[in-house]
């Protein structure tokens, strides 16, 4: 059983190399929708939503959908994440949760479900795609039971140029 604690800091060291490049931008405070005209008759009924407060969680509990304030720490000791909504600024975005069986090709599992995941989720083949792809294994799941696929790999797209994104990819 010491094989989980390696597993789960390749994993998290696997998905920071990915992400360790993208470097999110700050929104310019200097940009601001222009306000109505004052010589309208009319109300406005237009008004931003609030927005969704940012949360931290568990980055093995993290859902197709959340976007991720930033990347996972590369340190396997630390577990946490800032999950934010994804019309805010965020530099990683979940769209795929797989299970996957851990052996000596479980990076190439990976990646080859990553990559037909990203598809489903954005409508987009991997060649030429604007995203980066990264993952995060979650391989503390019960080794006690017969279960072929004991791991989770849960799959992360990225800017491609690391720039900071403000939309979701779902299409």
Not at 100 to 110: F, L, N, Q, R
Not at 160 to 167: E, K
């Amino acid at each position: 059983m010491t094989a989980h604690p390696m597993r789960r800091a390749a994993g998290v060291a696997i998905a920071a190399a990915s992400l360790a490049g993208c470097v999110g931008q700050q929104p310019d405070p200097s940009r601001s929708a222009s306000p109505a005209s004052p010589t309208s008759a009319e109300p406005t009924s237009a008004t931003a939503a609030p927005a969704i407060p940012a949360r931290i969680e568990k980055w093995i509990t993290l859902r197709v959908g959340d976007c991720l304030a930033g990347p996972p720490p590369v340190d396997p000791a630390v577990v946490t994440v800032t999950v934010v909504d994804c019309s805010q600024p965020h530099l990683a975005e979940v769209f795929l949760r797989a299970n996957i069986p851990v052996d000596a090709a479980v990076t190439g599992i990976a990646n080859q479900r990553c990559e037909a995941g990203l598809m489903e989720y954005t409508g987009l083949a991997t060649p030429g795609t604007p995203f980066a792809i990264s993952y995060l294994i979650d391989s503390e799941q019960d080794r006690t039971s017969n279960n072929p696929y004991p791991s989770t790999v849960i799959c992360l797209l990225q800017d491609a140029q690391g720039q900071t994104r403000t939309a979701s990819a779902r299409r």
